[in-house]
C-alpha cells in the first residue's frame, strides 16, 4: 500500500494546452457489433507501446477520456512510444444504470458486452497492433469495475490493470437483483473461490494496480476489500491511497493516470 499527499490541482483550471490536443495520432473507427446487436466506435490514440484499454464512467461514451482532458494528460506517455490507447463505448445505460430494465435483462447485456470485449474488441486491438501486444485496462469509477472485471474474468487475455476510484462488487449496481451471471461479474464475490489455473495465471501477472483518492464521494474502503482478497489470494498487485483532498472527480483522475504510468510502466 502507498499513501500519496501532495498539491491538488483546482477543478477549474486545466493544467495544459487544449489547442495541442491531436498532436499525437489520433483515428475513430467503428463497427457493427454481433455481440451487441448495435454499432460501436472507438477512438485510438498513438502508434506504439502497450496496448491501454480505457473504460468510460458512468453511462458515458468512447470519447469521455477526450472530452474531459485524460487523453491530453497521458500525451507525454503516448508520444513517447509507452502506450497506444484505445478507448471504448459503454453499454451501461441499457443495463446497470438503466432503471426501466429488469435485472435479468441487465445481466444479460452484460454478458453481450463481455463477449463484445473478448470477441472484437481484444482481436481489433491486436490486429492495429500486428501482434498479440499485451493489454493493460483501465477506467476510473464504474468504468474501473469493468476494467478489473474483465482482467478477472480473462487473464489469458489481458495483462494488467489500472483502476481508480473503483467499487467491485456489482451488488452495488444490480439493485438487489442477483443470479449466476451477477456473481461471475463481481470480482469481490467470485475471486475468492479463484483456483486451479485461472488463479496461477493472475498470480503471474506484474501489473495489477488500484488507486483511489480519499475525498468527497471517494470510496477507499473498497480498494482495501478487492486488495485483501488478492492478498488472501496471492495475487501480486499494489494500492495507492491519495489524500483528503483528492475527490471522486477529474481532476483526481487527470492527475493519477500519468503519474503512475510515469513511475510504473
Known sequence: MFLLNSPPLSAGILPFNTSTVFLMQRSLDSWYSPSLNRKMEIAV?????????MFPSAAADYLEYERFYMIESIRPQIEAGKCKVFSINSINAESWLN????????????????????????????NSQRGRTPIVTTGVSLGAFHAANVLFRRPDLFDGVIGMSGIYDLKQYSGGYWDEDVFYNSPVHYLPNLSGGYQQTLQGKTN??????QGAYEAPGETRRISEILNRKGIPHQTEFWGKEWMHDWPTWREMLPNYLSRKF
Open 45 to 53: 490514440y498513438g502508434t506504439y507501446g502497450f496496448a491501454l484499454l
Open 208 to 213: 495489477i494496480h488500484f488507486l483511489t483518492g
Open 99 to 126: 432503471p426501466r430494465m429488469s435485472g435479468r435483462a441487465k445481466a444479460v447485456r452484460h454478458q453481450q458486452y463481455n463477449r463484445y470485449i473478448e470477441n472484437e474488441v481484444v482481436p481489433y486491438i491486436w
